[in-house]
């Protein structure tokens, strides 16, 4: 693959969508999962005055929270401040963030709980979100890619149906093996509802937005091909038509790489399990790669990390792809290592793309 090495400087927005199509970059776009979080002491800060929710939907101060890392880091994008579980929260189930965790009440336990979710407006109900959104890009102005996001369908059935995020999801796979038309309607439903979410965040200056399957490996191959492909097509099949770019993330997904590939999604997000290399080779060019340096190094030296991401890099040449880690980073994680990350994954790739243009 050939790669013109004379590339002007980009703005951060171009280098994101270059990137998702396989162009030229002047160097990889790098941003972090959870990037905005308890490993700033700026966000400390501002999370000693506010409760989490309180955060979220405050849009002047989840602004504020989701722009420090932009400020902090230089990352080249940055995503609204918010949580998955917003959206069932506006469906019906009351959202509670404990010390132990999230909590929702009224789990979704039969089909009868499935009706009684409610549709809802994400202009009114959740219009916190796309104002966060509004005031990021007044902030920093077109040039900045703005991402939103939402739970990929399954994650967010988990949750509902456990009623809290942290523990295992026995009791959701039990009732997908034994109740499997209760749980395609309740994933038919969060699809439905996480698209118009979706669209009101693009509609407020989102040019990108994530789907997050936390629970994908969960699911067998066929699994995940009869019940989350469906739901999360659905998603991003109302997504079409527009420059968008759809990111999808899956924890554990090496065992579903070609049924993702099929989502509609423009780039693949990795957990540090999926080797880049691989999945470039088994992939080609049908969908950008997003990863996948293991969170756990950022906790070490920093020559640890400029090592994992320069690595990281190399291994899809520097394209068609967007630097980030496998998994949210950790809260212990020192803000030097967190530099050190994005200011490797830039400067890896311009020595890969010279690598690759030297090999032609």
């Not at 002047?26 to 959870?34: S, T």
């Not at 722009?67 to 949580?83: E, H, N, T």
């Amino acid at each position: 693959m050939s790669v013109d090495l004379k590339i002007p400087t980009l703005t951060r927005k171009e280098r994101f969508l270059r990137a998702c199509r396989f162009e030229a970059v002047d160097h990889v776009p790098v941003w972090i999962m959870r990037q905005a979080g308890r490993y700033l002491p700026e966000y400390q800060a501002v999370r000693a005055n506010h409760t989490f929710l309180q955060i979220c939907k405050t849009p002047d101060v989840a602004a504020e929270v989701s722009l420090q890392p932009y400020r902090i880091l230089g990352v080249d994008a940055i995503i609204v401040f918010s949580d998955i579980l917003i959206v069932a929260e506006a469906m019906g189930l009351p959202l509670d963030v404990r010390d132990s965790g999230p909590v929702l009440s009224n789990p979704i336990r039969d089909a009868a709980a499935v009706r009684q979710l409610r549709s809802f407006d994400p202009n009114v109900e959740t219009k916190f979100v796309g104002d966060a959104i509004r005031a990021i890009c007044k902030e920093v102005g077109p040039d900045v890619p703005a991402i939103g996001f939402a739970a990929a369908p399954w994650t967010l059935a988990c949750y509902m149906i456990e009623g809290r995020t942290r523990g295992d999801i026995s009791r959701a796979t039990q009732m997908l093996r034994e109740q499997p038309q209760v749980v395609r309607d309740l994933l038919d439903r969060i699809a439905r509802a996480t698209a118009e979410y979706l669209k009101a965040q693009v509609a407020a200056g989102a040019s990108i937005v994530q789907l997050f399957d936390t629970w994908a490996s969960e699911l067998s191959p066929s699994e995940y091909h009869a019940f989350e492909l469906p739901a999360t097509r659905m998603i991003f099949e109302s997504l079409a038509g527009s420059p968008l770019v759809k990111i999808l993330f899956a924890k554990g997904s090496a065992q579903h790489l070609e049924s993702l590939a099929k989502s509609g999604a423009d780039v693949l997000s990795v957990d540090w399990k999926t080797d880049l290399a691989e999945a470039r080779s088994k992939l080609g060019t049908k969908v950008a790669l997003q990863g996948n340096v293991d969170p756990t190094i950022l906790l070490g030296t920093e020559a640890d990390v400029r090592r994992a991401a320069t690595e990281a890099v190399e291994k899809t040449g520097g394209v068609g792809h967007i630097l980030n880690l496998g998994h949210g980073i950790m809260p212990g994680t020192p803000v030097a290592n967190a530099k050190a990350f994005v200011g490797a994954g830039h400067a890896a790739a311009v020595q890969a793309r010279a690598q690759v243009g030297s090999t032609e």
